[in-house]
Structures are given as structure tokens and as C-alpha cells.
């Protein structure tokens, strides 16, 4: 039965969606609309019975169907039940499918008093046909609702990283939710371009899906970033990994196009940039699916190798064939009849804004496909290290704190050297004051002290632009509604950016990472911290079996282990055990253990004593910062959503 409504449902989103793209397109030479609101309806309606299906399905433990019993098992939680629905290639894609048909929803509602005007039924046949496409890739190659003709009785389980840390809950719906909200300034773009309408508006009011869609693809981010500190047990947060590039390539993008964006508006430029960038962010997203469903990449992020890596690439193509095609076809039209007359001006520092940007999308994409491309041309296999990125992401950074912290102050057009002066002079010496004290506490390493002052120049460029804010809402008496300006949300952002990178810069350049062993009872000092082991325990129940050890760090306990999920052949995972506040990390792993190592599950080392074991000790100052910055991010990400319309989007 789940196999006949679940396939059932999945048509019924795939034919709406169909219906509502062909119901549009016949009627564009009209004058009057036909209604697609129940066409969005009828696919949604569809894709929440197919994912109601497979959650019961996982719950109740259906194994029936063969996803679930590769996917679930009898003993796994409830809570990884629920997220083991998109822990695996087709349950992603019916996730992925949801919040589009969300978005769809969401966008055909906002618009329903605009609908007649050409350029918002044009996106939406864009919209239902991006929609319909990843539904086909359910009902077709990716069907997740296969009968299992085996007879299961317990069930693999979902894979031990995804059923050992609770953000597996939150991380991919948002990270799935930025990469479909990019469809909307796509599907605006490819309308803009059609209809001939290249007027600022448009590219504003898209500002807002946009800037959606990126605060929950950058708390997504950082969320995963998070979780891969917590499970993966080597003590960092980015590696650089191709699936985490994949994810970094569409922000980096978008991050141009938000700000891009307010020059159109304010100075009717960068058309052919922002129509590009909204192209090219939507063609990433696609590229990154490419990437993470297709098996052509290794990574303990990527899902199992599949066939859809040339459906995949071939929706590439014709995204950026498409957006590109339409971009020359209207070049005449798109030509500003102004320029950017002084590279000071705040235009002149959008564009250097772009191009730091739109270069560093191009490094990360270059370091991620070139792998690809040799071992297609050459058979062999060769990897692109975490220095050739890193390389670049140092200046890129400090270029990215500098340009935030003089661009919310500069003047448009024209810069008067004395006015730009006295607005940069208080926090000026804000940041040479900041750095002065650090080199009074000892901070000696240069890297540390320029994003330590540049980091308090963008905050104080922030907060002078909100204190403006304040003030000027203060004498309209319009105080009250100052959180839904326009610009609070983004300046909560510039600050949420300042807190993430000083946390990643403080915790990188002065991290400490050592091995120490002790037999049960002994302690050591570890970078100024008392690291001592009491002993072992043992879990054994149902899901796991667990050994674990007792360890103290400045008198508080940790529980670090080596955990064996049960099914899926018995992975055993490291887990490490983190003590964590707003100064320091002291993050622990069990590494190895003496002697025989019976039932353990650790990496045995003969030649040390029987019961000693083997810490990895690592110690990283202000990593909290980091992950509270993401969470900043996310909350000026919702202000600038549920901001006051501007005053362009008032004349739409």
C-alpha cells in the first residue's frame, strides 16, 4: 500500500507541476492570467503524501519498502528515524522536492495580486518547471518507493554519522532550503531577460528572496560545520572537502548578488552582474547536486553513486547555456548609461566587492573540478589540499573586513576625501586601539592582529550605520518599527560575519594539538589544562555498544568513546567529548589503547602498558564565537526577509 500512494502522490506532484508550467506558458500572449495557484496547491499536496508515506513508513519501521530497510532499522531512535527519511539519496530528493514545492507555494502567494504582469508568469513557468524536473528524478532514476522483495525483519540502520549527533535534524533542511530558494532570482532573472523588462525592480524585489535563501544556506553551513566538529572526531570544522566547496560555491555567488543588487537600484548598474549572478548561483546549486548525488566524488558528506550524474550535469548545461544565451540576446538593452565615476564611491567598492567574490567562487570551483578533470584525462587520481584553498581564503577574508568595514560609510558617486575621513576616524582608532591592547596581552601573530582590527572597523562600521538608523527613526517617531528597516537586517549580518571570522581566526592560529597517554588514575598538564583518565565503561543496549572513557578536564568530566552502531556491518565511529565556553575548547578523542584491546573497538598499540590509552588533546580558543556568529547571521538573514518593503518594491 505505501508503494501505491507513494508513487501515486509523486505523480500527482509531477503532472501539477507540468500542468501549472503548460497552463502558463499557453496563455503568456494573453492579457488576463489563467489561475496556477491550484496547480502549486495539487503539487504540494502531492509531494507532503509521498513525504508523510515514507515517514510513517520509517517510523512504524516499514520494511517493505526497500529504502527503509536500507535506511532504518528496529532499534534506531525515533529522532533518527525521522531524519533517516533524507540520510540517503532518494529521501533527500523528496526533502529537496518538498521545499521547493514550499517556495513555489510561497512565491505564487506573494504575487497573487501581480499575477497578470508578464514577468511574474514567466517565473512562474520557470519555477514549475525546475519544480517538475527534481520530481521526475523521484518518480524516475531515484524512486524512493521500490518494493523490497526481500523478507526484513530488523533493518540495516541509517549510517553511524547520521545517527549520532542531533543537528543531522536541522542541518540539511536548511542547507536544501538555501538551495531551492536560489530558483526564485533565478526564474526572476530568466523572466527579466524574456519579457524584455530589465527595470531595477524586479532585481530588488528578488533581493529578498535571495537574501532567504542565503541566511539559511549560512546557517545550514555553519550548522553542518558544527556537526562535522562534534562527530567527525579530528577536531576541526572545514576541511575543504569537494561536498563542502559544493555548498561554499552558490553562497559566495549570492553574497555578491545581495549587494549588488542595492547598486542597480540606487544607480541603475550592474544589470548584466546581477542577471549573471543570479544565473550563475542557481546553475551552482545544480552543479553542487552533481556533485553530492552522482558518486563521482569520495566524501563523508557525498551520498552513493547513482545515475543521475548525467541528468544532473545535463540540467547544468542547460541552466547556464539558457541564462547566458538570454543575458547576450539582451546585452543592448542591459547597458547602463552611467558609470561608476571614482573607485571610492560606495558603486566603485561593490565592484570590488564582486570581484573578490565572484574570483574566490571561480579558485574554489577550479580546486574541487580540477580532480575530476585529470583523472578523466590522465586515469589517475590527484587531490587539491586544503593550503592551495586556504591560500587564498587569507586575504579574501581580509579584503572581505576591510570592504565591509569602509563600504557602509562611503558616499555614492562621490568621495570627498575630509567627509570619508571623519566618518572613518572614530573607528579608526577603535580598531588601532584594539590592536594596541592585544599586543599588550601578548597576541604577537600578524594574521591575528590584522583581523582583530579590521574585524573592529567593520563592527564599528556596523554599528555607526545602526545608531544612524536609530536616531533618524528617533526623530520620526517611527522607533517601533527600526528592527524592519531595510538595512538593520544587513548590518546584523556585517556583525554576525566579524564575531564568525574572529572565531575562526583566534581558534585556527592558536590551535594545539597533542597525544598524551595515561594509564587509569594519572593526569597530565595539556597546553595549561589538567588532563586526567579515571577509567573505562562499557554500553551495551540495543543500538550501540559503546566503550567510554572517564576523563577529566580541569575537573570536569567528559565521556569520549568508541561507538559501535549496531547493523550496517557494525560501524564503529570515534566520538569525541567537548568542553566547551565562550574563552576555549578542550576537545577529546580516544584514539588507541595498550595492550590487547579486547572489545574495545579502539586502535590497540601492543607496546604500551595493558589499560593505558591514547588521548588526542586539542585546545582551541574562542570556537564558541563561531558558531555564534552563524546564528547572528541567521537572525539579520530574517530581519532583512521581514524588513519593510522598499521603496522601489512599493512602485512594483
Request: glycine letters at 10%; one cysteine or more.
Amino acid at each position: 500500500m505505501s508503494v501505491l500512494i507513494g508513487r501515486l502522490a509523486l505523480y500527482l506532484c509531477l503532472f501539477s507541476a507540468i500542468g501549472g508550467a503548460a497552463t502558463q506558458l499557453r496563455s503568456l500572449k494573453k492579457e488576463t492570467a489563467p489561475a496556477t495557484w491550484p496547480w502549486g496547491v495539487a503539487a504540494l499536496v502531492g509531494i507532503v503524501l509521498a513525504m508523510a508515506t515514507m515517514m510513517v513508513a520509517f517510523v512504524t519501521h516499514n520494511f517493505s519498502l526497500a529504502y527503509v530497510a536500507e535506511n532504518n532499522a528496529t532499534f534506531t531512535p525515533l529522532l533518527y528515524s525521522i531524519t533517516g527519511v533524507w540520510s540517503a539519496l532518494e529521501g533527500s530528493l523528496l526533502l529537496w522536492v518538498l521545499l521547493q514545492s514550499l517556495v513555489v507555494i510561497g512565491v505564487l502567494g506573494y504575487y497573487r495580486k501581480k499575477k497578470n504582469e508578464q514577468v511574474v508568469r514567466v517565473a512562474s513557468v520557470v519555477l514549475f518547471c525546475v519544480q517538475a524536473f527534481f520530481t521526475f528524478l523521484l518518480v524516475g532514476p531515484a524512486d524512493p518507493f521500490i518494493k523490497n522483495s526481500a523478507h526484513v525483519l530488523q533493518g540495516a540502520g541509517p549510517n553511524a554519522l547520521l545517527q549520532d549527533n542531533p543537528l543531522v535534524a536541522i542541518h540539511p533542511p536548511l542547507l536544501y532550503l538555501g538551495f531551492v530558494g536560489f530558483s526564485v532570482p533565478f526564474a526572476f532573472a530568466i523572466a527579466v531577460l524574456v519579457s524584455g523588462r530589465v527595470s531595477e525592480r524586479w532585481a530588488l524585489e528578488q533581493r529578498r528572496w535571495t537574501v532567504l535563501a542565503w541566511g539559511a544556506l549560512s546557517v545550514g553551513v555553519v550548522l553542518g560545520s558544527w556537526w562535522s566538529y562534534q562527530v567527525l572526531g579530528w577536531g576541526g570544522f572545514w576541511g575543504w572537502d569537494p561536498v563542502e566547496n559544493a555548498a561554499l560555491l552558490p553562497w559566495l555567488t549570492a553574497t555578491a548578488y545581495i549587494h549588488s543588487v542595492i547598486v542597480q537600484d540606487r544607480r541603475g548598474l550592474f544589470r548584466v552582474w546581477n542577471l549573471a549572478l543570479a544565473v550563475a548561483t542557481f546553475a551552482l546549486t545544480v552543479l553542487g547536486t552533481f556533485f553530492t548525488r552522482s558518486g563521482v566524488l569520495q566524501s563523508v558528506h557525498a551520498f552513493s553513486s547513482s545515475t543521475l550524474g548525467p541528468i544532473l550535469m545535463g540540467m547544468f548545461i542547460v541552466v547556464v547555456a539558457i541564462g547566458a544565451g538570454l543575458i547576450i540576446w539582451r546585452g543592448d538593452r542591459l547597458r547602463s548609461s552611467v558609470g561608476v565615476e571614482q573607485p571610492f564611491s560606495r558603486e566603485g567598492l561593490f565592484v570590488a566587492n564582486n570581484i573578490l567574490f565572484v574570483g574566490f567562487a571561480i579558485v574554489v570551483l577550479v580546486g574541487t573540478v580540477f580532480p575530476l578533470l585529470y583523472e578523466a584525462v590522465n586515469g589517475q587520481q590527484v587531490t587539491v589540499g586544503t593550503p592551495y584553498f586556504a591560500n587564498v581564503a587569507a586575504p579574501a577574508g581580509v579584503f572581505i573586513l576591510a570592504l565591509m568595514g569602509v563600504a557602509p560609510i562611503a558616499s555614492w558617486r562621490s568621495v570627498d576625501p575630509g567627509v570619508l575621513w571623519n566618518r572613518i576616524r572614530p573607528i579608526a582608532w577603535a580598531a588601532w586601539t584594539a590592536g594596541a591592547t592585544a599586543i599588550l596581552f601578548g597576541v604577537r601573530k600578524s594574521v591575528v592582529l590584522a583581523s582583530l582590527m579590521l574585524g573592529v572597523f567593520a563592527a564599528g562600521a556596523a554599528i555607526r550605520t545602526l545608531y544612524g538608523l536609530w536616531k533618524s527613526a528617533s526623530e520620526k517617531g517611527e522607533r517601533k518599527h527600526l528592527w524592519r528597516s531595510p538595512s538593520v537586517g544587513g548590518m546584523v549580518v556585517h556583525l554576525g560575519v566579524v564575531i564568525l571570522a574572529l572565531g575562526i581566526v583566534a581558534s585556527t592560529s592558536y590551535a594545539f594539538r597533542s597525544e598524551v597517554v595515561l594509564a587509569k588514575g594519572e593526569s597530565t598538564i595539556v597546553n595549561g589544562h589538567r588532563i586526567g583518565f579515571g577509567g573505562f565503561r562499557t554500553i551495551d543496549n540495543a543500538l550501540e555498544r559503546s566503550t567510554q572513557l572517564k576523563v577529566t578536564v580541569d575537573g570536569a568530566h567528559l565521556w569520549p568513546a568508541i561507538t559501535t552502531f549496531k547493523g550496517r556491518s557494525s560501524q564503529s565511529v570515534g566520538t569525541p567529548a567537548i568542553d566547551s565556553n565562550l574563552l576555549r575548547d578542550v576537545y577529546i578523542t580516544f584514539d588507541a589503547i595498550g595492550g590487547n584491546g579486547a572489545a574495545s573497538g579502539a586502535q590497540v598499540q601492543a607496546n604500551l602498558p595493558a589499560g593505558s590509552v591514547v588521548l588526542g588533546v586539542t585546545a582551541e580558543p574562542l570556537l564558541a564565537w563561531l558558531w555564534i556568529g552563524g546564528l547572528i547571521i541567521g537572525l539579520g538573514s530574517a530581519l532583512s526577509f521581514v524588513r519593510r518593503p522598499h521603496r522601489s518594491e512599493e512602485r512594483a
